[in-house]
């Protein structure tokens, strides 16, 4: 199993931006398609940006154009660039396989606030 950190979160005024970073163990970039998932307060968690194995990025529409999902497979890494920023991306953000669900393992996440 994998260890999955996502850090880069932080509180940030509408329009502004984060980077958001998540480094994995293993292999695993190389391997699986990868995503960005969101969980708000109140609502289920959901895909908001994910990259093939090919590094085809895709998005949810409430994103495009604002988020661009990249990775680096040789560092285990992958990046979510969030300009633009509004009000209802508040959220915990996660990174993880693609697809994944509730039962397996995630990680601590990371808390994006976008407020004035």
């Known amino acids: 199993q994998v260890q999955l950190v996502e850090s880069g979160g932080g509180l940030v005024q509408p329009g502004g931006s984060l980077r958001l970073s998540c480094a994995a163990s293993?292999?695993?970039?190389?391997?699986?398609?990868m995503g960005w998932y969101r969980q708000a307060p109140g609502k289920e968690r959901e895909l908001v940006a994910a990259i093939t194995s090919g590094g085809r990025p895709n998005y949810a529409d409430s994103v495009k154009g604002r988020f661009t999902i990249s990775r680096d497979k040789a560092k285990n890494t992958m990046y979510l660039q969030m300009d633009s920023l509004k009000p209802e991306d508040t959220a915990v953000y996660y990174c993880n396989k693609n697809p994944a669900y509730e039962s397996e393992y995630w990680g601590q996440g990371t808390q994006v606030t976008v407020s004035s």
């Open positions: 293993g292999s695993i970039f190389r391997v699986v398609s």
